[in-house]
């Protein structure tokens, strides 16, 4: 399957048949000018939606024909299954910010984790929800989410094969976040990709953990 980093906290994953899945679609020019992206317009069949706010929310008029998951459960999509396990945005059970979804996705024998905007490190009732992880797509900007230090724990206890970081400061963004390399200096095993996609099998996986940085397509 491929994988392509839009920005912020949007993926496009690519099945190895084709279908195509959208997470967390941000609306470009949102919060005031905040949210500088560009438009995210390239052709999906579903979504899904950790939270509703504006930069994780939003459907385009070139997607109302998607089919759009935005709660928690089991759903089967042609083929990809995915599940819906409820997070919070905040480090006191939502109570400042709500709750935030997280989507894992079985796609080509693999399973895919987003965590949405994940605001506390995880239980371990949560983490047994979540289950095996393969590719780990993680908040590391803090303020709204769990910033570099705590993301690197989630990360160690989810133990995913390949963990990229999303959610952080660059020159498209207008919020308080801070920069990826908060998160990925002095780790190991950061693999720089000349580009916004991979292709990822399950053959190919890494043995151990490792950072995966793909450059913004929508910079």
Same mark, same amino acid.
């Given at each position: 399957?491929? *994988? #392509?980093?839009?920005?912020?906290s949007? $993926?496009?994953?690519?099945?190895?048949? @084709?279908?195509? /899945?959208?997470? =967390?679609?941000?609306?470009a020019?949102?919060?005031?000018?905040?949210?500088?992206?560009?438009?995210?317009?390239?052709?999906?069949?579903?979504?899904?939606?950790?939270?509703?706010?504006?930069?994780?929310?939003?459907?385009?008029?070139?997607?109302?024909?998607?089919?759009? *998951? #935005?709660e928690?459960g089991?759903?089967? $999509?042609?083929?990809?299954?995915?599940? @819906?396990?409820? /997070?919070?945005? =905040?480090?006191s059970?939502?109570?400042?910010?709500?709750?935030?979804?997280?989507?894992?996705y079985?796609?080509d024998?693999?399973?895919?984790?987003?965590?949405?905007?994940?605001?506390?490190?995880?239980?371990?009732?949560?983490?047994?929800e979540?289950?095996?992880?393969?590719?780990?797509?993680?908040?590391?900007?803090?303020?709204?989410?769990?910033?570099?230090g705590?993301?690197?724990?989630?990360?160690?206890?989810?133990?995913?094969?390949?963990?990229?970081?999303?959610?952080?400061?660059?020159?498209?963004?207008?919020?308080?976040?801070?920069?990826?390399?908060?998160?990925?200096?002095?780790?190991?095993?950061?693999?720089?990709?000349?580009?916004?996609?991979?292709?990822?099998?399950?053959?190919?996986?890494?043995?151990?953990?490792?950072?995966?940085?793909?450059?913004?397509?929508?910079?």
């Amino acid at each position: 399957m491929k *994988i #392509r980093y839009f920005a912020h906290s949007s $993926f496009l994953l690519t099945s190895a048949k @084709g279908i195509r /899945l959208l997470t =967390d679609p941000y609306e470009a020019g949102s919060y005031g000018g905040a949210v500088g992206y560009k438009k995210i317009d390239e052709p999906t069949d579903a979504i899904s939606i950790s939270h509703n706010h504006a930069d994780h929310n939003y459907i385009s008029r070139e997607h109302d024909k998607a089919r759009i *998951i #935005r709660e928690t459960g089991t759903f089967v $999509f042609k083929g990809i299954t995915i599940r @819906g396990v409820s /997070l919070y945005h =905040d480090t006191s059970r939502g109570s400042e910010r709500g709750a935030s979804i997280a989507f894992i996705y079985t796609i080509d024998g693999m399973n895919f984790c987003h965590l949405g905007d994940l605001g506390h490190t995880l239980s371990k009732s949560e983490l047994a929800e979540i289950g095996p992880v393969d590719v780990l797509m993680i908040p590391v900007g803090g303020t709204f989410t769990v910033d570099a230090g705590e993301a690197g724990k989630v990360m160690e206890s989810l133990s995913p094969s390949i963990c990229l970081p999303m959610h952080y400061k660059t020159k498209s963004v207008g919020f308080n976040l801070g920069p990826l390399e908060d998160f990925t200096t002095g780790r190991a095993k950061v693999k720089t990709i000349n580009g916004s996609e991979a292709e990822i099998t399950k053959a190919s996986l890494p043995q151990g953990i490792e950072i995966w940085v793909l450059k913004p397509f929508k910079l």
